[in-house]
């Protein structure tokens, strides 16, 4: 696979931005090793350490590197402070690709998640050629569906027994968006 492309320029509404994670942002990784939700569901380390933090950050340029994905921090526009990430991944099936997103509790309900998932979007879908970006949500995630709904999303049906998360299995929710070339 070849490298895939960061958005250029950076996306952001102004108060919100997208951009390539780099190693200052490790302080937004050590908060999110604390919250058990991000955990749970992601690569961040469980217990944090900086090197770990570090690696962390390298993990999501080695996605863009490897032509598999393209992870970024979302960040507060005005002071460039990461407080979260949002990831495209590709799937298997031409033209798929995965979206995942989490937020820092302390940066929480003031619609970063909502914000992030309505910028990447249209770039994904019309920079990454692809014509479908889904999203996969636990049911108990009232928060995480509403982001999807707010930008577009589309609820398609539940997927029984599917995610593992915290050692436990749960259904997940599908949410998608196709591209306006498809939806033709």
Known sequence: MSALPYPEPALT????????????????VREASSDPRIVDGTTVPT???HDDGLAFIRRQWSRAESGTGVAQAIVDATTDVAVGLVAVTLRPQPGVAGLGYWVVPSARGRGAAAAAVRLVTPWALNSLGLQRLEAWVVPQNIASQRVLRGAGYLEEGRLRSFLTSGGKVSDALVFSVISSREAQ
Not at 14 to 28: F, K, L, T
């Open 13 to 28: 509404d102004g108060r919100i931005g997208i951009r390539r994670w780099s190693e200052g942002d490790v302080d937004c």
């Open 47 to 49: 217990a944090f350490t």
